[in-house]
């Protein structure tokens, strides 16, 4: 059973510390070793010390099943490291980025953690994020856009027509890597809208000269990004009236202070044949929140987007508040 590093180093924290505590990740090692004769328990709870005389028998089992065991027990002496599962990982972290090549000056989040870290989906602790250099990490998100008309993406002397691209394509998107080269918008935009779901990105009608994007849900990263390209422009907000509605337009105006949330009354219309029955968690902050939200959580209702996304009165509505 001692294939696995998290049971190897139970042995070797053993040995070297003369006791070892039970910890998530090595509970059958622990379990095999208090059972047997050459340890006992202390006082401490879920603890057991190395008998004296049993030292030997110790280190032939080491010897046996992590023959090398010697130098990385001198591997971890030497970066001030214990012989313990949180060690060890950073034992490894550290002999990856000795090994880490000349990396570009840009990388997938992906592709640079996969470079510093067991595998692509690992996590990018500050140890592994050091071994990157200078290297900038990207996710490599993508906003997609209805360009209103006379709407321009440019980079130096380069222009594109947003607009001629939407007319073949039906919409346009810009990538964060884009953005980090430069790109910028240009034309008269009168406000962008902020919409949560596919089906009103594409159906709804919006006022003249507004620019419509797709958010869905938490992934904002690049709308971030995008966002700071809209200065002095109105930015709407329209998404579902839930908690996962008031949880994202909160997480937005984070990014965006100045973001606005219109709930047309006319919406309260559909209340009785359509909302649908759905809890509201008592923590949930909806102060400040337009009236008909509150009226939905104080009946323990929902409604989505899509139920207005075409109604002709959508628009006069949305052109009133970002005129507001």
Do not use: C
């Amino acid at each position: 059973m001692w294939e696995r590093d998290e049971d190897r180093l139970a042995l070797l924290e053993l040995r070297e510390a003369g006791r070892l505590r039970r910890r998530t990740g090595q509970g059958e090692a622990w379990t095999l070793l208090d059972q047997l004769p050459w340890t006992r328990r202390t006082g401490r709870r879920d603890e057991f010390e190395l008998v004296p005389e049993h030292q030997g028998t110790l280190v032939e089992l080491l010897d046996r099943v992590w023959p090398d065991w010697r130098l990385w027990s001198q591997a971890l002496a030497d970066r001030a490291l214990g012989p313990t599962p949180t060690d060890w990982r950073r034992l490894q972290d550290l002999l990856r980025a000795d090994g880490v090549a000349d990396l570009p000056e840009r990388l997938n989040r992906r592709t640079a953690t996969s470079a510093v870290a067991p595998h692509s989906k690992s996590s990018l602790s500050l140890i592994r994020r050091a071994a990157l250099g200078d290297t900038t990490v990207t996710r490599d998100g993508i906003v997609r856009l209805r360009p209103p008309s006379d709407l321009r993406f440019v980079r130096g002397d380069a222009a594109i027509e947003a607009t001629e691209i939407a007319g073949i394509l039906g919409e346009v998107a810009i990538t964060e890597r884009a953005m980090l080269d430069g790109t910028v918008l240009d034309g008269a935009v009168r406000a962008a809208l902020l919409v949560e779901n596919l089906g009103p990105y594409q159906d709804l009608e919006p006022p003249d000269h507004w620019l419509v994007v797709h958010v869905p849900g938490w992934d904002t990263a690049t709308v971030r990004l995008f966002l700071g390209l809209l200065r002095n422009v109105p930015v709407v907000h329209f998404g579902d009236l839930d908690p996962a509605g008031v949880r994202i337009f909160r997480h937005l105006r984070r990014i965006h202070s100045d973001l606005k949330w219109p709930v047309p009354e006319f919406w309260g219309e559909h209340i009785e044949k359509r909302a649908l029955p759905g809890e509201w968690p008592d923590d949930l902050d909806l102060d400040g929140t337009p009236a008909l939200i509150r009226e939905l959580a104080s009946r323990g209702l929902w409604l989505e987007q899509e139920l207005i996304a075409v109604d002709p009165r959508l628009r006069a509505a949305l052109e009133a508040t970002g005129e507001s």
